[in-house]
């Protein structure tokens, strides 16, 4: 049975990473803190003897709250920087398609 503190070790480290998780959606931000929380589990029983060190090593091998948020927010903003760079592209497609479309037909109605 593991020791209380061990417990109250990991319980720290998951209040940490929703902490600075806070500026993610909640969907995505608790699709992370279940997938940190599955890996720090499955290490835990593979421990031979449960220690507040070996559990430390667990968490220091899952990574920093911080570092995993700041990855994650990268993340999005890159997905979002894809997202505007296509819809960028797309409207520049549409205006050079109109432009094409007055120019010829100013021709045609000049002709």
Known sequence: MPALGVDA???DYLHRLTGAL???PQTRRA?????ASS???EM?????VESPGAVLE???RVGRPEDLALRTIGDQRAAIESRRRRGMVIAGLILIGLGTIVVLT???LGS
């Not at 699709?31 to 997938?35: A, E, M, V």
């Open 9 to 11: 070790i990991v319980t």
């Open 22 to 24: 806070a500026p993610v």
């Open 31 to 35: 699709q992370i803190i279940k997938d």
């Open 39 to 41: 890996q720090v589990h």
């Open 44 to 48: 835990r029983t593979a421990l031979a």
């Open 58 to 60: 667990i968490l220091d």
């Open 106 to 108: 100013a021709i045609l």
